[in-house]
């Protein structure tokens, strides 16, 4: 059985080698790096959808070097009281499924097995993420339209993802556990220093949710230094500025070896109401 419901009626789906189905014929083939698409084609806008192979890429290479572990760590930190065996993990905008994987494998060395699946828009993420751990089930899907069941989560994880608070509320059990991570205000600032003219501060999400109680909250400010070009260029390529920034300014950070830079994360943790 797959741990997501058929995007068009809403029944289970079941896993049949390489197709998932529902009880109504609806069918879904398993891409050959192991993600279902459960888009809906009305669901789809443009014709390319989320991170592209170059921010995949680029994400991939900087995340493996190590420069955020110290904010996977404290997330890993900070879930692993509410998960037990069995509990139902979906990460809502996994990306490339560097922080999917890694929390899952912590909480697996940690004795706790929970189910994990996860979804993300972008078809090049899922090839990436498909490759990390194959105990988590991918889908590619909308945040706005999570392809599970309502009240079938016990924890919902959102990080630098679009969020939906209607969906997350809609998709967790009574007493589940939502996780968010997000930029703080001045997250990067120096690398968009060297960029723009400008450089703005980060806009700082609502800390307050409907149908939802904050129970915890963190912050992690640490100075990275970024010692070789590529670092660099990876760590831009991977933001959402890089796809903003004309191709002069985009040169500016040609010419740097090395760059210390500021990384400030929020986590905020809530129980649904
Ligand atoms: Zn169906």
């Known amino acids: 059985m ?19 189905s529902c009880t109504n014929k609806h069918n879904f083939d398993k891409a050959k790096s192991g993600y279902t ?15 592209d192979k170059l921010m995949v890429r680029s994400r991939q290479a ?5 420069y955020y572990n110290p904010l996977l760590s404290k997330i890993c930190d900070m879930i692993k009281k509410y ?3 069995g509990s139902r993990i979906l990460d809502a905008g996994c990306g490339e499924c560097w922080y999917t994987a890694n929390i899952y494998e912590y909480l697996v060395n940690n004795k706790i097995k929970p189910i994990i699946s996860a979804i993300d828009i972008s ?11 194959k105990d988590i089930e991918l889908a590619v899907a909308s945040v706005f339209k999570l392809p599970v069941k309502t009240n079938s989560c016990d924890i919902l994880l959102s990080l630098f993802a679009p969020y939906c608070n209607e969906e997350a509320a809609r998709v967790l059990k009574k007493d589940g556990v939502l996780l968010r991570v ?11 220093t060297v960029v723009y003219d400008q450089p703005y501060e980060n806009e700082i999400e609502i800390h307050t949710l409907d149908g939802f109680l904050l ?9 990275i230094r970024l010692s070789c070009n590529e670092d660099i260029i990876n760590l831009f390529t991977m933001t959402p ?13 040609q010419a740097l070896s090395s760059l210390d830079a500021e990384t400030e994360f929020g986590i905020l943790i809530y129980r649904k109401l």
């Open 215 to 223: 129970l915890e909250k963190a912050e992690i400010r640490n100075k």
């Open 123 to 133: 078809k090049d993420a899922l090839t990436a993420g498909a490759k990390r751990n």
């Open 62 to 66: 900087f995340l493996n070097r190590g």
């Open 241 to 253: 500025y890089y796809y903003k920034t004309c191709a002069d300014d985009q040169k500016k950070l």
């Open 2 to 20: 797959s741990n997501f419901i058929c995007p068009v009626c809403g029944k289970p789906l079941i896993i049949k080698e390489k197709i998932l």
């Open 182 to 192: 997000f930029p703080l205000e001045k997250h990067l600032l120096s690398l968009k």
């Open 83 to 85: 998960v037990s065996d």
């Open 37 to 51: 698409n459960l888009l809906m084609s009305q669901q789809i806008k443009a014709k390319h959808h989320g991170d």
